[in-house]
């Protein structure tokens, strides 16, 4: 099984930057696809960005070139925000899915971003 735990989080005011993190523990070895989610207030959760073990990324149509995944191994991965708008204050989760087809979510970590 596979552990996650995601750290960086903050305060931000519009227009800086903050840089996410997870760690994954356990059975790393079976992540196909790692990423990121999101959830503001009142909404459903969505997609922000993914990378597979392949290194192909996706990124959702908000990112606007504002943010990049990556990672050093298959045991951590980041997410690099610039140009932080009101409108990315969320929790942000990490994800991944394993070649089993599980589905492994973080605790999440709170992003807020105001003056």
């Known amino acids: 099984q596979v552990q996650l735990a995601e750290s960086g989080g903050g305060l931000v005011r519009p227009g800086g930057s903050l840089d996410l993190s997870c760690a994954a523990s356990?059975?790393?070895?079976?992540?196909?696809?790692m990423g990121w989610y999101r959830q503001a207030p009142g909404k459903q959760r969505e997609l922000v960005a993914t990378?597979?073990?392949?290194?192909?990324t996706n990124y959702a149509g908000f990112v606007e070139g504002r943010f990049r995944i990556f990672k050093d191994n298959f045991k951590a991965w980041y997410l690099q925000m610039d140009s932080l708008k009101s409108e990315d204050t969320a929790i942000y989760y990490c994800?991944?899915?394993?070649?089993?087809?599980?589905?492994?979510w973080g605790q999440g970590t709170q992003v807020t971003v105001s003056s």
């Open positions: 994800y991944c899915r394993t070649y089993m087809r599980a589905e492994i």
């Open positions: 990378l597979s073990r392949g290194g192909a």
């Open positions: 356990g059975n790393t070895f079976g992540i196909e696809t």
